[in-house]
């Protein structure tokens, strides 16, 4: 176990970060290269103006008609959102990585705060499990990407919850935490999670569209 943990955060670990990278600029070109084609003239109408209209309306909790439609899935999905930021970026023993690895150091989230952010992702992916299952609508447009992309997560964080707490064989929690982690990196530009890369695009796009041809709100 020793020997695949090291490989875990060795060899693996650049692979993971390398496909991300590369896997992500492929995408967002190949993105909006079709957009391009397809839709240049839509295009020609995205205007900053309208674009961050749009994207501040809809980071806004309930700052949307679809927001507040939901108010379960809007309060889960910002709790969701923001853990998942919150937590690898800060998290001590995540920052004690960099600093080992690249010298440089920063501000880390309270033991106890980090713990709670992890205990949040857990129940929110549980909860998003029992809309994709109970919910006609939305097992209907489930893929099995989409519940890839959610075991990713919580094994993620779960097993970095259960290794911190030393709960089971700590070595072996870790090497899956670290392995869980790499292949939820891998997946961001393939599958569901690269809303991450073209969220922001896409809400400018529409937003643009919404203002500055048909002069309405998208929100």
């Known amino acids: 176990m020793l020997e695949l943990y090291a490989l875990a955060v060795g060899p693996l670990a650049w692979l993971a970060f ?3 990278v590369i896997g992500s600029l492929a995408r967002l070109f190949s993105m909006y290269s079709l957009a391009k084609k397809k839709d240049a003239a839509f295009l020609s109408y995205m205007t900053w103006r309208y674009s961050l209209r ?22 889960a999905t910002y709790v969701f ?30 033991d106890g705060l980090a713990d709670g952010l992890t205990v949040a992702v857990m129940v929110v992916c549980l909860f998003f499990a029992w809309r994709r299952l109970s919910l006609p609508e939305v097992r209907f ?19 970095g919850f259960l290794a911190y707490h030393q709960i089971g064989d700590s070595l072996t929690l870790t ?10 990196l891998i997946a961001i530009p393939f599958t569901r999670l690269s809303h991450m890369l073209f969220g922001f695009f896409a809400r400018g796009y529409i937003g643009s569209e919404f203002g500055g041809v048909r002069r309405a709100k998208d929100w």
């Open 18 to 20: 390398g496909v991300f």
């Open 54 to 75: 749009s994207i501040f309306h809809w980071l806004i909790p309930f700052g949307s008609l679809g927001w507040r439609e939901n108010p379960a899935l809007t309060v």
């Open 81 to 110: 959102h923001i853990c998942l930021f919150l937590v690898p970026i800060f998290l001590m023993s995540h920052i004690v990585m960099w600093d080992t690895s690249f010298g440089f150091t920063y501000a880390a989230l309270p």
């Open 141 to 159: 447009v489930t893929s099995n990407h989409d519940w890839l992309v959610l075991v990713l997560v919580f094994c993620t964080f779960s097993t």
């Open 175 to 184: 090497t899956l935490h670290v392995l869980c982690g790499e292949a939820m």
